[in-house]
């Protein structure tokens, strides 16, 4: 956002002042009560609407639910209003990930005369429960998370293939099921249908919809049931194996020259990028 959309901290009135510092601050004991009560509202909210969504207790409760909604939709309203009113950069904070689902916290509950079942968006209202990252200091584990996207990047060639290795088996499987249990079951009636066979079982889901019958049949199903057991840790290794060369490449960049202290340099790099001089990676290298 532009730099003109901010307000200097000291053009704000104490009163404002005061309340940015109950609103956007975590250490405070009036902003912890506040955080407090927030994320009890927000927890209720959406307990709210997923009753609503329960016929029989909506038919029953319906009165009252439809108060508690008004309730919260109002105070949620509030608390956004007042979020942009003590923000220094109230546009940027209405344009930002939070501002945008608060403003979708409550919002819905307007439209809904216009637009029959939009109330039901404000389910939204669970990811405000992302600020726990922050309230509880979790925000160090966030970069883990980088990293496991990361990896799973990393991995997507790997694993496309091995889908494409999965799906080749499956219909394999299927085709042959078909084959074996077809003139003696009727529930593998088709090849499609022994594909969702195979596909159920390969998964170990096992929903026991469709079985075998057959002594050739059952002998497969056990084969591709411990198959399956093999297949599920196959994309584990590849995205565990990405993330440890990560944390290498991590480790490696961050070993600082003896030269000129810097840090910050290729996995593969010999020589320093500032100074020229000579790396020594961990181990020796």
Avoid at 68 to 80: D, Q
Avoid at 116 to 145: C, E
Avoid at 169 to 180: E, F, K
Avoid at 247 to 253: S, V
């Amino acid at each position: 956002m532009r730099k003109h959309d901010e307000i200097p901290p000291e053009r704000m009135s104490p009163w404002r002042r005061q309340l940015g510092h109950i609103i956007f601050d975590h250490h405070t004991p009036g902003s912890k009560a506040f955080d407090v009560v927030l994320l009890v509202a927000i927890v209720l909210g959406v307990l709210v609407v997923m009753l609503e969504s329960v016929k029989s207790f909506n038919a029953s409760h319906g009165q009252l639910l439809k108060t508690a909604e008004w309730v919260f939709t109002i105070l949620f309203t509030l608390e956004y209003v007042l979020r942009l009113i003590a923000s220094p950069k109230p546009l940027r904070y209405a344009f930002s990930f939070y501002g945008i689902v608060d403003f979708l916290s409550f919002i819905p509950t307007y439209i809904e005369p216009f637009f029959v079942g939009a109330h039901f968006l404000l389910v939204i209202r669970i990811l405000r429960l992302m600020r726990l990252f922050r309230i509880l200091k979790m925000m160090q584990y966030v970069g883990q998370g980088n990293q496991l996207m990361r990896a799973l990047r990393a991995s997507r060639p790997k694993i496309i293939v091995f889908m494409f290795f999965v799906v080749v088996l499956v219909v394999i499987l299927g085709a042959i099921m078909y084959i074996v249990e077809s003139p003696m079951n009727k529930n593998f009636s088709s090849i499609p249908t022994s594909v969702y066979w195979a596909v159920v079982t390969l998964t170990t889901v096992g929903y026991g919809d469709i079985t075998p019958v057959t002594v050739l049949g059952k002998i497969i199903s056990v084969a591709v049931m411990l198959m399956g057991y093999a297949i599920i840790a196959v994309p584990t290794g590849i995205v565990i194996g990405e993330m440890e060369a990560g944390r290498t490449i991590t480790r490696d960049a961050e070993v600082p020259c003896p030269r000129c202290h810097a840090k910050g340099h290729a996995s593969d790099a010999r020589f320093c990028r500032h100074c020229g001089g000579a790396l020594h990676k961990p181990g020796g290298e």
